[in-house]
């Protein structure tokens, strides 16, 4: 049972590029989120999906798209980086509202 | 909009003291969680609350929630190196629905 994963670990992209950040769980959760964490601060939410299919905003939404096709899968996608998207970059999953959050490992991305 | 604020934001404490973290949040919401991370590591669910008047313990940790007043404490029993790590709490933006608010986080750092 890996739990949450996360693909890749690290990445550096120059301003203007696009990528693809691959998130999967293999615990057969409804929920699953998106979030980025600055220095000194607490996690911010960017995207969610309560079901295969769904997705909707969260706090800090803006140059940002999200897809879950798969249930188990759920992917954040930038079209276009900005140095402001440096960060270190979270996927979780839940099997309900009430229940604890699981995390990946994280994405540590760097836009130069 | 919700606001969660945690105090202190840094806490150096020796071995086999007690003390308490604080979590106040500005809006009514029933749902509360805290998580621990480790330098460069993610994050790892400690407790759930899910109740006004809640508190779960584990260990030398024991969480309370107090939805009256909106705050939860985190209290630490005698404190040991290996409780060294940043506590974050995280409150349900508008109870049930999954977004996560989180805290600033408070970095402990125990010391012998």
Known sequence: ?????????FRVLKTGQSMTLLCAQDMNHEYMYWYRQDPGMGLRLIHYSVGEGTTAKGEVPDG?????????????????AAP????????????D???????GPG???TVT | ELKVEQNPLFLSMQEG??????????TTS???????????????????????????????LMASLDTKARLSTLHITAAVHDLSATYFCAVDMRGNTGKLIFGQGT???VKP
């Not at chain 2, 003291?17 to 500005?26: A, D, G, H, L, R």
């Not at chain 2, 805290?34 to 759930?48: H, N, T």
């Open chain 2, 30 to 60: 029933d749902r509360l969680y805290w998580y621990r991370q480790d330098p460069g590591k993610s994050l790892e669910s400690l407790f759930v609350l899910l109740s006004n008047g809640a508190v779960k313990q584990e260990g030398r």
């Open chain 1, 1 to 9: 049972n890996a739990g949450v994963t996360q693909t890749p670990k």
């Open chain 1, 64 to 80: 940002y798209n999200v897809s879950r096709l798969k249930k188990q899968n759920f992917l954040l996608g930038l079209e276009s």
């Open chain 2, 107 to 109: 970095t402990l750092q």
């Open chain 1, 84 to 95: 402001s998207q440096t960060s270190v970059y979270f996927c979780a999953s839940s099997r």
């Open chain 1, 97 to 103: 509202l009430s229940y604890e959050q699981y995390f």
């Open chain 1, 107 to 109: 994405t540590r991305l």
């Open chain 2, 17 to 26: 003291k007690n003390y308490t973290i604080y979590c106040n949040y500005s």
